[in-house]
């Protein structure tokens, strides 16, 4: 069965991005650049894969798919770019978004739960959850691996990386590597 997996970057506070959408404030690191996108290269949206030194061919090693929110989707949009993961089967949740212009990606309107369901069941690999927080709070109980890149730097505010109910769910940690920039990747899975 494929695995929904959320892939996110967080600040020691807990947040993924500031108040209107930062991301700049995490320190950079070549190393940690070249690393994860080796690794993971379906992570690197399509429009930039040229300028992190990747074929826009490049194959993806794990995910196949991205589940993501309308706030991971407006950025990309806001630059003119309606398929920002073009090499991956794109869903982008949004009960208020009203459509969507490009066959590529799918616009669902409710019941990300029930679509996160079905895409477990297909053949394929594993899903990407790219974001935003109050998505993933809304599919807590559906994921089933956290990739978290903690960076070293108090945000004080902003997107939380899980915006909903109080609902404790236990994950374990299964690996760490440590980045030359202070941040570090941690692998979990459900407890």
């Known amino acids: 069965m494929r695995k929904l997996v959320y892939y996110v970057g967080v600040s020691l ?12 404030f995490y320190p950079w690191d070549t190393e940690m650049a070249a690393w994860v996108n080796a690794e993971y290269p379906e992570f690197v949206p399509s429009h930039v894969r040229p300028h992190a030194g990747l074929a826009v061919e490049e194959p993806n090693n794990r995910c196949d798919t991205v589940v ?6 407006e950025p990309a949009l806001s630059e003119g770019v309606t398929s920002p993961y073009a090499h991956m089967k794109q869903y982008v949740v949004s009960s208020t ?57 108090v945000a004080g505010g902003g997107i939380p990386a899980f915006a909903g109910a109080f609902r404790p769910t236990l994950f374990a940690p299964v690996q760490r590597k440590e980045f030359g920039n202070g941040a570090q990747i941690t692998w979990f899975t459900r407890a």
Do not use: N
């Not at 993501?68 to 989707?73: A, C, D, F, L, V």
């Open 13 to 24: 506070d807990g947040y993924i991005a500031g108040p209107a959408g930062e991301w700049d």
């Open 68 to 73: 993501m929110g309308r706030g991971t989707y």
């Open 97 to 153: 978004l009203g459509r969507i212009d490009d066959p590529a990606v799918e616009l669902v309107e409710r019941d990300p739960i029930a679509l996160v369901r079905g895409l477990k069941q297909a053949e394929g690999g594993d899903i990407w959850l790219a974001g935003g927080g109050k998505l993933a709070a809304e599919l807590l109980g559906e994921i089933d691996e956290m990739i978290i890149k903690s960076y070293p730097v």
